[in-house]
Structure formats: structure tokens, C-alpha cells
């Protein structure tokens, strides 16, 4: 079983960075595929990114690719999303979340793959 917390949300002006982390329990970290959602207020959650469990295949929604960046250090047992060039449609409740898998290049972008999830971190961007 895997535990997850994010960390690194905040409120923020429009163009500005920042860094989510999602720091896992377990130690099998590395067997699992990571990705990022996000859900804003009225709206379902959705897809940001998604990595898997080697680091060596990665994934983006079309509205963040180019901006934001997923990274992971299995020596840590967390996973990154760096954020940049921030809009005020970003504004979301991020979470992350956990999948286990053998393949060392999968991971998956559907929500209802992922086993685990974190409580999510609030971000908001300014106009």
C-alpha cells in the first residue's frame, strides 16, 4: 500500500512557477506509475500529467504541455510537477496519485486506474 502527500501549493500571479511534490510511503515506490489531476471548483477532475515508474515515459494534458513538467526520484519516493508560465485556469486542487505496475515505461491517464491518492494541494493563480 502506498501513502501520499502533496506539498508545494500556494497562491500565486499569473506567469509565475511553481513546484508540487508528492512525497509516497512504501517501499516499492519505484513499481509504480505516478500521475497528476487536478480539479477546480464546479468542475470534474482531470488529467495533468503522468509518469512512469522508470521516469522514462511521460504524459501531459494539451493545456499544460510546454508549461509544466513531471519528474520523479525514486531514491526519494516522490514525484514532481513543475509548474510554469502559470494562468488563472490553472487554479485547481492538485493531487497526485499512485498506480502499481510491472512495465517499467507504462502509466495511465485515466483516474480511475490509479489506486491511490493523495489529499491534493490547493493552487491559485491570480489575473
Known amino acids: 500500500q502506498v501513502q501520499l502527500v502533496e506539498s508545494g501549493g500556494g497562491l500565486v500571479q499569473t506567469g509565475a512557477s511553481l513546484r508540487l511534490s508528492c512525497a509516497a510511503s512504501g517501499r516499492t515506490f519505484r513499481m509504480y506509475a505516478m500521475g497528476w489531476f487536478r480539479q477546480a471548483p464546479g468542475k470534474e477532475r482531470e488529467f495533468v500529467a503522468a509518469?512512469?515508474?522508470?521516469?522514462?515515459?511521460?504524459d501531459y494534458a494539451d493545456s499544460v504541455k510546454g508549461r509544466f513538467t513531471i519528474s520523479r526520484d525514486n531514491a526519494k519516493n516522490t514525484v514532481y510537477l513543475q509548474m510554469n508560465s502559470l494562468k488563472p485556469e490553472d487554479t485547481a486542487v492538485y493531487s497526485c496519485a499512485a498506480e502499481r505496475t510491472f512495465s517499467s515505461m507504462r502509466y495511465f491517464t485515466q483516474a480511475s486506474e490509479y489506486d491511490y491518492w493523495g489529499q491534493g494541494t490547493q493552487v491559485t493563480v491570480s489575473s
Open positions: 509518469i512512469s515508474w522508470s521516469g522514462g515515459s511521460t
